[in-house]
């Protein structure tokens, strides 16, 4: 098992760039599958970017692809999410996620979760 602690998040303007990043601590963290999700307030969480575990294959919801880059250090154990011409639409909480199982966009697949992080993007 990993546990997950996010950091980064804050207030921004519109166009404004944040890095956002996930410590794991625990065994095998090379072993998980890595994801960024989010929610917004009333709206369902949706999946923002994944990456495998050897970081090679990366994926990205079509409102974020170009925009925002997901990596990750295995060496740390770090994983990490640069945002960059951020739109007020990115106002949510940013909660990385992990699982053993193949890198995945399913939320439901991912069995370890941090207490998350708030991204608020000013007009």
């Known amino acids: 098992q990993v546990q997950l602690v996010e950091s980064g998040g804050g207030l921004v303007q519109t166009g404004g760039s944040l890095k956002l990043s996930c410590a794991a601590s625990g065994r095998s963290f090379n072993n998980y599958a890595m994801a960024w999700f989010r929610q917004a307030p009333g709206k369902e969480r949706e999946f923002v970017a994944a990456?495998?575990?050897?970081?090679?294959?990366?994926f990205y919801a079509d409102s974020v692809r170009g925009r925002f880059t997901i990596s990750r250090d295995n060496s740390k154990n770090t994983m990490s999410l640069e945002m960059n011409i951020l739109k007020p639409e990115d106002t949510a909480v940013y909660y990385c996620?992990?699982?053993?199982?193949?890198?995945?966009?399913?939320?439901?697949?991912?069995?370890?979760w941090g207490q998350g992080t708030q991204v608020t993007v000013s007009s």
């Open positions: 990456v495998h575990q050897t970081g090679v294959s990366r």
């Open positions: 996620a992990a699982t053993r199982a193949p890198v995945t966009i399913r939320g439901d697949k991912y069995t370890n």
